[in-house]
């Protein structure tokens, strides 16, 4: 159940197998593409049961589910809110900077949120208000105007809170591949978005790859994972239990100890076994084991090679010298240092976010920030002074593309009499 | 020639129909998947009419290059290429930021670059050094320590130079759909790239939106266009010298004149026709003019709805209150203001980057940067003071939402004795 790891087996093995549900996906792209809404009420009573009256919940709905929902649990996400709209506040760029590089050549970047984005919340037999959180939160701090929230029903209280809270009002009962479709392509009821970010079942992520030529997404996400570097200042209570909680979320999670310390494993693997007497889903975390292990590495260097090469969703660092360890590695969707921090802190509470790229693809893809929410201009500002300063450079450069026209935009410029 | 356009057909006809060559696009990408380099050579002699003896430029090819190359041009291009450098730095990140949000909760941001890219460059009948330098550029700005850089033979001897200035030193005769393929899949000489950037033809672009799943793509681009802004201050000479330049790229290329000076487009009109009579490019010109026009806005406002509508991928500003209006719009790929700043020198000799979202897609992408080589990783960093102040939160919404190792893993924290 806790063995040794193959690395470049496991990266084999973390890439998510779209092509098994490609040809479902791809049917239920052209039901929405031709049908609408129509579609959509058909496509959810056959995928979750439900025969809808309205695709859009409605302003009393999200009132009405605060009486559903514990005190202490509304103020636990409004304190959850508060910090993750604190964290993707610090990420904010000036909308607009201008640096003069040389005399009269004033250059910079102006910043702009998108006009309109799509958020996708699991839902159906769990509720998953942190997610409704983690990806209409970053939106808002970005400036999108406009937000649309699809989740698969029955949408449940907590995540209606949880949109409340956030200040998000546009959200519509549909999962699934159908729910990718319909924001990318629109319907009747809903309008197209330009984005679509959030997390999902194979169907949806293979849903969003599908569309993409009709609406952007944040990035491939499949299930959840964290790797831990570690030597032998490492606590194994706390490594088990962030192994644990990262295998409680899906029997295909993956959980993989990079360590330095050859006592280690064994340690954490007592350990695993004791925590997991009482764990309430036991079953699912001893399925995701299964998928789990651990390399034992020579020194720091080959520990910080192999944790890159991993690339994990959630990197775990509980070394004695933390700060090299955050230093050296390169890859990883979020980064917990020290014994106290534990991973579930970034699930919920601390403000960062949990939307985060799995699967090898942090070597690629930033975990969802403002960033995804936001696209920039550059900008430039020309004295004749400058002009005449970078005239010569696109005269010839010009000429020798052959774009003779170019050149001579410049041209007249510098002939010009003041 | 030069007419009233409509905005809502003018986004219609933008968007490139790529599902023309779809068909031959998935061929080709099934060739390369199959046979490799083999297939390499084939297709460059098929499409290129070139017999390939190498596919990789060989480290002499590049020096012999400078002596084919007037002395002037290659100052021109390393005056070119200190200007893209020196603005793409002004867009680094600090690589890692910390802050203390409350007592005991450090959270931040580490910024690391890819590892391998791709670059597109197109070539074949023309030279486009100034592409090789804007796609590669940023991404060594960023840090990316392998750029793979793909243009169609044969490649001109300005390209290796502008190749060699910047200090790359990988690149192969290989362009079209196979360049692309061969970089997202990876041939026995061709080592795979996380992410391909750089302009292209339908071939290229279908290629590269075909083959997201293997690498990641900078945006969708296609012809390139112009939008002015223009009111009663505008210099019509100017405005159809910009225009004029825009339409010698192409003749799919577009311009569009937004203005609030109904007597601004027949002078622009009039001033292209004269412009005309000398351009070396005529026929290309007159025919993207065909795809070109102009809106007379009734106000300032709905001029710059008008604009924000079509997104152009470059922008000149030229009002009487540049700034306001630079303020004012939200979509362009990039924003040149004041009759000197002619877009050409943004083409050549400013350092702002050329490769740039077309066909409304400035509404969605950013033009090409350093974030685009860049990507990030959270950093949460809990004392045990910090653990206990975001404790209930977590315990709180882990349980609600049937995550108990997730609460358990804070709780453990909790209790652990100093």
Chains 1, 2 share one sequence.
Not at 63 to 91: C, G, K, P, S, T
Not at 116 to 125: F, K, S
Not at 209 to 222: C, K, S, V, W
Request: aromatic residues 6%; negative net charge; charged residues 25%.
């Amino acid at each position: 159940m806790w063995k040794a790891l193959d690395v470049a087996e496991w990266k084999e093995r973390r890439r998510a197998d779209l092509a098994g549900v490609r040809e479902a996906v791809a049917g239920i792209v052209e039901a929405v593409d031709q049908d609408g809404d129509e579609a959509l009420y058909a496509l959810t009573k056959k995928f979750d049961r439900i025969e809808l009256e309205d695709l859009a919940v409605a302003p009393e709905e999200f009132e009405a589910a605060y009486d559903e929902v514990d005190e202490a649990l509304v103020d636990a996400l409004a304190d959850a809110e508060a910090n993750i709209r604190r964290f993707h506040e610090l990420q904010r760029n000036r909308s607009l900077w201008l640096e003069e590089v040389e005399p009269g050549v004033v250059l910079g970047v102006k910043t702009t949120p998108l006009d309109r984005v799509g958020a996708y919340v699991p839902g159906g037999r769990a509720a998953y208000p942190s997610t409704a959180l983690m990806t209409t939160v970053p939106a808002q701090v970005a400036g999108v105007e406009e937000i649309c929230v699809c989740s698969p029903p029955p949408i449940h209280p907590l995540t209606l809170v949880a949109l409340d809270l956030a200040g998000v009002d546009e959200c519509y009962r549909i999962g699934g591949a159908q729910a990718i479709a319909a924001m990318a392509l629109g319907t009747e009821t809903i309008d197209p978005v330009q984005k679509i970010v959030g997390p999902g079942n194979v169907f949806v992520t293979a849903a969003k790859m599908m569309l993409r030529d009709h609406a952007e997404i944040d990035f491939p996400a499949g299930p959840s994972e964290i790797g831990v570097l570690a030597d032998t200042s490492a606590d194994p209570v706390f490594v088990a239990a962030d192994v644990l909680a990262q295998a409680e979320h899906d029997p295909h999670a993956g959980c993989v100890l990079v360590t330095t310390d050859p006592t280690l494993p064994a340690r954490v693997g007592a350990e695993i076994r004791r925590q997991l007497e009482t764990a309430e889903r036991r079953e699912i975390i001893e399925a995701a084991l299964k998928n789990s292990g651990y390399v034992v590495a020579a020194d720091f260097d080959e520990a910080v090679v192999a944790m890159d090469e991993i690339a994990p969703e959630h990197l775990s660092i509980q070394v004695a010298d933390p700060m090299a360890a955050l230093n050296a590695v390169h890859h990883a969707g979020s980064i917990f240092v020290g014994p106290y921090t534990a991973v579930a802190f970034g699930d919920y509470a601390s403000g960062t976010n949990h939307v985060l790229p799995t699967a090898g693809y942090a070597r690629t893809y930033s975990g969802l920030d403002i960033h995804h929410f936001c696209k920039t201009s550059s900008v430039q500002m020309l004295s004749r002074e400058g002009a005449e300063a970078l005239g010569d450079i696109v005269e010839s450069l010009a000429t020798a593309e052959g774009l003779h026209a170019h050149a001579n935009s410049v041209r007249l410029r510098r002939q010009r009499r003041k």
